[in-house]
Each structure stands twice: as C-alpha cells, then as structure tokens.
C-alpha cells in the first residue's frame, strides 16, 4: 500500500507536469493550465476510485496533491521558459504519467480482489482517462479513439506485467519496474517508430448513397 501511494505521488507530479506542456501548447492562461494538469493528474483516478468505491477520492484524501499541481500550474504560467524548454520532452512525463497511474490502478484494483481482467481494464482506465479529459478540454480527438501512436495498449501490456508479477510472487520492487519499464518502453517506442493499431476500414456505401 505504501509502495503504491509513493508511486501515486510521482504519478501526479508527472502527470500534471504533462497536462500545464498540454495546456501551454494551446496559449491558455494559469485557469487553464491549472484546470488541464487536474484534468490529467486527476481523471483517471478519481474514475478508479468511483468502480472501486474508495471514499474518500485520492486527491481529497491526499489534500497535498491538489496544492503541488497548483504550484506546477503557477510556475508554468509565471516562468513559461520554464515549462516550453521541456516541451520537446512532453513524451517523457506522458509516458511516466501513463505507466505510473496504470500501475496504481492495477495494485488498488487487485487489492480490491477485482477480477483479474477487470483490474487490468482499470489499470488502463487510471492511466488514460485524464488524458482523454485533457484533450476534450483542449478541443482535440482523445489520442485512444483515434489512429496515433499506441497509448491505451501500452497501459493494458504494463497492466498485465504488473498481474503477472503478483499471481507468480515475485518480488514487489521487481514486478514495480518490470511493469512500469513495458509501459514506458512501448509508449516511447511507439512514438519513435508510429507504432499504431489498424483503423477500422468501413466498406462503401452499397446503395451508393
């Protein structure tokens, strides 16, 4: 549990750290940037916490998480030098973000004794909700529904590693990285090298119309 809310933590950082680069990319002011980091930082969580019916929600519980992304949001609008020198490295925190959040969400959903298929799913769902919320916020397809580079399939791989690691007992600390390393492998990977699944390809029209 301890291991899970430090990992949660460092989830939010860079998390939030992707949602103010998401937000600054659209010029928006601090309400937006602060609004766009909770969205990421956020979503995804409170969505798991809501199947799960965890009460208090993690971000209310944890009453700091709400403070340090309204820092990081302050920052990123004061010195936004700051934030646009790291924006060549937005992969990097939108990685960490998805493969941290989708290993919280698998270890809480687990310890729930969801099945073991359901927790994968609300690995997925931690890890890329608050994404999805951004980029509706910032008036954009979500990246998941449409054809890009692989993002929830890198959450569902790690999700599985993650599984895999508990049902054979291997060591925590082992099974953390191993998950978290296929998360961020594949989705950097996937960048670098358009890793995409097929769109659906629709026939035509047989009536012409």
Known sequence: MIALQFIEFGAVVASACYGILLASRKRMDFVGLFCVACAVAFGGGTLRDLCLDRQPLFWIQNGQYPVIVFGLAAVGAIAPGTMLRLERRLAIPDALGLGLFTIVGTGYAVEA?????????????????????????CNEVPTIFRPAPLYASCSFAGAWVYIGGECLGWEHSLTLALSLGTVVFFRLASLKWDWRLPSVSHPEDPSGG
Do not use: N
């Open 113 to 137: 004794e969801a099945p073991l298929f359901v927790a994968a799913l609300i690995g997925v769902m931690t890890g890329a909700f608050g994404g999805v919320i951004a980029d509706v916020i």
